[in-house]
């Protein structure tokens, strides 16, 4: 069965922490995303990765950046976390990048910053 | 730039109700199309698929078909159960890249 987990299901940190969200899949997925996802607005993409330390700028990668030292492992860093960056972090991972590739999603990570 | 449009919930239904919610997607070529379900307090789990104009996708008594005429992919369920209540997310795979594009989620609430 297909697995990605992520290090923590909720965190609570203060304005100005630096913050890792820890993401990692069994599936020797070559892709990894990151989303977060916050009410009325659906799923945003911050930065995916297609292979072993690439990484590309999603939609919205302000204040944010990853890192991807092994395949299996993808790592969100907020830098110096804002009240704005309180939300659900969604982690995926895909085989390969063909349009029909299913994303297999982490069980999430609720952020709220203080 | 591609997008996909979701009918906007709540959506509350009885018990073994008919279920349609309804996607639109606007894409520059032939993208793959995608229905994701959120149960609460998780993440997102594929429900069904199509890959192709005319393909029907169909998990778990869902089903949804790609129409191309109508650039539509809408998610029915024949008779829902209280386990439906959940979100649910259509979404796009366009080229190369595997990047999708979601809709903002139609919450569903079965009641007995």
């Known amino acids: 069965d297909v697995k990605v987990t992520q290090s923590s299901r909720y965190l609570v940190k203060r304005t100005g922490e630096k913050v890792f969200l820890e993401c990692v899949q069994d599936?020797?997925?070559?892709?990894m995303f990151w989303y977060r996802q916050d009410p009325g607005l659906g799923l945003r993409l911050i930065y995916f990765s297609y292979d072993v330390k690439m990484k590309e700028k999603g939609d919205i990668p302000e204040g944010y950046s990853v890192s991807r030292e092994k395949k299996e492992r993808f790592s969100l860093i907020l830098e110096s976390a804002s009240t704005n960056q309180t939300s659900m972090y969604l982690c995926?991972?895909?085989?390969?990048?063909?349009?029909?590739?299913?994303?297999?999603f982490g069980p999430g990570t609720r952020l709220t910053v203080l | 730039g591609d997008s996909v449009t979701q009918m906007e919930g709540p959506v509350t239904l009885s018990e073994e109700a008919f279920l349609t919610i309804n996607c639109t997607y606007t894409a520059t070529g032939y993208p793959s199309l995608f229905w994701y379900v959120q149960y609460p307090g998780e993440g997102l789990q594929l429900l069904l698929k199509a890959t192709k104009a005319d393909d029907k996708g169909s998990n778990k008594g869902f089903e949804a078909t790609y129409r191309k005429e109508t650039t539509s992919f809408h998610l029915e369920k024949g008779s829902v159960q209280v386990s439906d209540s959940a979100v649910y997310f259509c979404a796009l795979s366009e080229w190369t890249g595997n990047q999708f594009y979601f809709g903002t989620g139609t919450s569903l609430t079965v009641i007995p």
């Open positions: 995926a991972s895909s085989l390969g990048r063909r349009d029909t590739d299913t994303q297999y």
């Open positions: 599936m020797d997925h070559e892709n």
